[in-house]
């Protein structure tokens, strides 16, 4: 028994969904940094690029980023008193 090793921990991962996030990730970021075009880009990417029914996680989180973006970018309407 001391004789044989631990098997090596192995994790199965999908290098879409781990683009797809990283790409989430790039866009959430850029937002926070200002660079709301790149941001909606990427999120565009995402929404984009990532079709499958095991990545709707991601496009939801990109629709709900360009979402804000939008919200954000809609300029305030001020009520001017006419003379």
């Known amino acids: 028994g001391r004789l044989v090793a631990e098997p090596p921990l192995r994790l199965s991962i999908d290098p879409q ?10 866009a959430t970021i850029a937002q926070e940094h200002g660079r709301v ?3 909606a880009s990427l999120f565009r990417m995402v929404i984009e690029n990532y079709p499958k029914p ?8 990109a ?19 006419a003379p």
Do not use: W
């Open 17 to 26: 969904a781990l683009a797809a996030s990283c790409v989430l990730h790039s």
């Open 63 to 81: 629709r709900a980023g360009l979402t804000l973006i939008a919200s954000q970018s809609v300029p305030s309407m001020r009520l001017v008193s």
């Open 54 to 61: 095991q990545h709707a996680s991601y496009v939801e989180q």
């Open 37 to 39: 075009d790149l941001a």
